[in-house]
C-alpha cells in the first residue's frame, strides 16, 4: 500500500462522541486526502492537504475536520460522530508532475461504525 | 451533482469473456483518467489510467478506450478470469490539487 498506513483499522463509537483517525505516510509526498466510501457512492472526498497546515474542503466536509502538523501525518476529526458516518474511511497520497494530475495511492481504510 | 457518471452497478460475466464498464464525464478539464481495482477488505488500487490526448491505452488483458468528444471513457478486460472479480472504479482529475472525482463502481463476478 505504497508506504501508507491508517490507524486504527477498525473502530465503533457511540453516536456524540469525538473520534480521530490517523493516516502515516513514508513516501514524503506532499498531498494528501480523506474519502469515504459508501455503497453506490463509490469514494467521495472529504478533505485534502496540500502542505503541512495546507488543508482545504472536498465535496463532503460537513461534520469533519482535519490538521497536518508534518509532512507525514495527516488527521481526520470526527468532532461529534453520527450514525451517517458510519463508513470505511481511505486516506491517498500522491505528487503532481508540472501541472497534470498523477496517480493516487491509497491506504487500507478504516472501517468506523457509529452506534 | 455527481462529476462521474459509472455503469453498469453490477457485472457478471463467464470466465474468458469479455468484460466492459463504461464512464462519462462533464469537465473538459479533466486531464488524467484512472481506474481502480478494489478487493474486499483493501483499498483501491492504480489498474491502468490516460490521459485525453490518446485514444486507447492497453496493458496485459485491460484497455482503456476514451472518447474525447463524447465525453466518455471504458474499460475492457479481455479474458476475463475469477481472480478479476472485484470493484472497479473510474475517476477524472485535473492538475489543481489533483483532486479525484470517482464514478460509483462496478462489482464485477467473473463465474467459473
Same mark, same amino acid.
Given at each position: 500500500?505504497?508506504?501508507?498506513?491508517?490507524?486504527?483499522?477498525?473502530?465503533v /463509537?457511540?453516536?456524540?462522541?469525538?473520534?480521530?483517525?490517523?493516516?502515516?505516510?513514508t513516501?514524503?509526498?506532499? +498531498?494528501? +486526502?480523506?474519502?469515504?466510501?459508501?455503497?453506490?457512492?463509490?469514494?467521495?472526498?472529504?478533505?485534502?492537504? #496540500?502542505?503541512?497546515?495546507?488543508? @482545504?474542503?472536498?465535496?463532503?466536509? @460537513?461534520g469533519?475536520?482535519?490538521?497536518?502538523?508534518?509532512?507525514? @501525518? &495527516?488527521l481526520?476529526t470526527?468532532?461529534?460522530?453520527?450514525?451517517?458516518?458510519t463508513?470505511? +474511511? &481511505?486516506?491517498?497520497?500522491?505528487?503532481?508532475?508540472?501541472r497534470?494530475? #498523477?496517480?493516487? +495511492? &491509497?491506504?487500507?481504510?478504516?472501517?468506523?461504525t457509529? /452506534? | 451533482?455527481?462529476?462521474?457518471?459509472?455503469? =453498469?452497478q453490477?457485472?457478471?460475466?463467464?470466465?474468458?469473456?469479455i468484460?466492459?464498464?463504461?464512464?462519462?464525464?462533464?469537465?473538459?478539464?479533466f486531464?488524467?483518467f484512472?481506474?481502480?481495482?478494489?478487493?474486499p477488505?483493501?483499498?483501491?488500487?492504480l489498474?491502468?489510467?490516460?490521459? =485525453?490526448?490518446? *485514444?486507447?491505452?492497453?496493458?496485459?488483458? $485491460?484497455?482503456?478506450s $476514451?472518447?474525447?468528444?463524447?465525453?466518455? $471513457? *471504458?474499460l475492457?478486460?479481455?479474458?476475463s478470469q =475469477?481472480?478479476?472479480s472485484?470493484?472497479y472504479f473510474?475517476?477524472?482529475s485535473?492538475g489543481?490539487?489533483?483532486? $479525484?472525482?470517482?464514478? *460509483?463502481?462496478t462489482?464485477?463476478?467473473?463465474? =467459473?
Amino acid at each position: 500500500d505504497a508506504g501508507i498506513t491508517q490507524s486504527p483499522r477498525h473502530k465503533v /463509537t457511540e453516536t456524540g462522541t469525538p473520534v480521530t483517525l490517523r493516516c502515516h505516510q513514508t513516501e514524503n509526498h506532499r +498531498y494528501m +486526502y480523506w474519502y469515504r466510501q459508501d455503497p453506490g457512492h463509490g469514494l467521495r472526498l472529504i478533505h485534502y492537504s #496540500y502542505g503541512v497546515k495546507d488543508t @482545504d474542503k472536498g465535496e463532503v466536509s @460537513d461534520g469533519y475536520s482535519v490538521s497536518r502538523s508534518k509532512t507525514e @501525518d &495527516f488527521l481526520l476529526t470526527l468532532e461529534s460522530a453520527t450514525s451517517s458516518q458510519t463508513s470505511v +474511511y &481511505f486516506c491517498a497520497i500522491s505528487e503532481l508532475q508540472g501541472r497534470s494530475s #498523477y496517480e493516487q +495511492y &491509497f491506504g487500507p481504510g478504516t472501517r468506523l461504525t457509529v /452506534t | 451533482q455527481q462529476q462521474v457518471k459509472q455503469s =453498469p452497478q453490477s457485472l457478471i460475466v463467464q470466465k474468458g469473456g469479455i468484460s466492459i464498464i463504461n464512464c462519462a464525464y462533464e469537465n473538459t478539464a479533466f486531464d488524467y483518467f484512472p481506474w481502480y481495482q478494489q478487493f474486499p477488505g483493501k483499498g483501491p488500487a492504480l489498474l491502468i489510467a490516460i490521459r =485525453p490526448d490518446v *485514444s486507447e491505452k492497453k496493458e496485459g488483458r $485491460f484497455t482503456i478506450s $476514451f472518447n474525447k468528444s463524447a465525453k466518455q $471513457f *471504458s474499460l475492457h478486460i479481455m479474458d476475463s478470469q =475469477p481472480g478479476d472479480s472485484a470493484t472497479y472504479f473510474c475517476a477524472a482529475s485535473m492538475g489543481n490539487f489533483n483532486k $479525484f472525482y470517482f464514478g *460509483s463502481g462496478t462489482k464485477l463476478n467473473v463465474k =467459473p
